[in-house]
């Protein structure tokens, strides 16, 4: 991929004859790559594209072998996602809404240190409407997950859309379902954890369970087990609130904090010798590659109604290659 150029700076293109009759904004995202087209179309509606000494404002304009095209991109502000061609994993796609399967390590949204790789700079660049009800930090994020846990996520394409996801959300009438990897093992099959959860009275990265504090607010999850190893446990987590690491706080206060979550288990990677029982205690250090470098979380599925139909819908996402292998070598365990 071709380096951003310096903003601001006029960029000068030749049409090839393999480009003859190609349309302008098309033309421009063939040779600017690092831009999406939406952008691009952007650039051109703003009347800073000149072919051959003619401001052109439409992106339709077609153009001929030999002219010579020059454009100014202006710098974008550093708040707004600037969109890379980042590979996305689109579970579902229509008019109005978008099921991806996020990646482990993208963080959703711009924030203080985390301005590229983001899962919005990547909407932004393969798609060309997104909600703008979020402002212009998040376009079309409804709702997120943290940067280390995967799974899907439903993204609005239109501000209608959007009003109706979000109430969804704000009604607790989305079913979610997720599936974590946790450090020990429970005595009971499932259970209901209710704890409010407010901010950490210390740590400003962190939430915990605060009971009759001003930031606290109730909290409800609903776990099961679905296969106990030797010393640790699959879990299928149900919550029926979305407050700020709600699962894994509720996990860590009920004892069985979740794998690899550096924040609340001390820990973020795990080798195969420490999941079979050969290497250090999982509350200390270990030597080896790691099987899993990143909190064993994973939004599993996600069920609602389509915005616009009304219809039920449900989009699941397989667990990913990292989760299944710390499974693998854990069923290689003796079951007791």
Not at 31 to 37: A, E, I, N, T, V
Not at 42 to 55: L, M, P, Q, S, Y
Request: proline content about 7%; aromatic content about 6%; glycine content about 10%.
């Amino acid at each position: 991929m071709a380096p951003d150029p310096p903003a601001s700076e006029s960029v000068s293109l030749v049409v090839g004859p393999e480009d003859n009759g190609t349309r302008l904004d098309a033309f421009l995202a063939g040779k600017l790559p690092q831009y999406s087209r939406v952008h691009l179309r952007r650039v051109i509606n703003a009347g800073a594209v000149d072919v051959e000494g003619r401001r052109r404002t439409k992106a339709s304009h077609r153009l001929t072998g030999g002219q010579q095209v020059r454009l100014v991109l202006p710098e974008l502000p550093r708040e707004t996602p600037q969109p890379e061609e980042l590979p996305l994993d689109i579970v579902f796609e229509d008019a109005h809404l978008i099921a991806v399967n996020k990646a482990a390590g993208m963080v959703v949204h711009p924030a203080k240190g985390h301005w590229a790789g983001t899962l919005t700079s990547a909407l932004a660049f393969h798609f060309e409407t997104l909600s703008s009800v979020g402002g212009p930090t998040r376009p079309g994020i409804v709702h997120r997950l943290d940067r280390e846990t995967s799974g899907i996520m439903v993204v609005a394409k239109t501000d209608q859309a959007h009003y109706k996801l979000a109430a969804q959300f704000e009604q607790r009438t989305v079913q979610k379902e997720y599936l974590a990897i946790v450090l020990g093992v429970p005595d009971r099959d499932r259970d209901i954890i209710e704890q409010p959860i407010g901010i950490h009275p210390y740590s400003r990265e962190k939430m915990a369970i605060r009971k009759d504090h001003g930031s606290s607010r109730d909290a409800k999850t609903f776990f099961e087990v679905v296969e106990r190893f030797g010393g640790f446990a699959l879990m299928r987590l149900l919550p029926k609130t979305g407050r700020t690491h709600q699962l894994r706080v509720h996990l860590t206060h009920l004892g069985y904090p979740i794998l690899c979550d550096r924040l609340y288990g001390g820990r973020s990677r795990v080798t195969r010798s420490e999941l079979l029982g050969d290497g250090p205690d999982m509350r200390g250090g270990g030597e080896g590659d790691a099987v899993l470098s990143r909190q064993a979380l994973h939004a599993h599925r996600l069920s609602l109604q389509h915005p616009i139909s009304g219809d039920p819908i449900s989009f699941t996402a397989p667990l990913p290659p990292d989760i299944q292998a710390a499974l693998t070598v854990l069923r290689s365990l003796p079951r007791g």
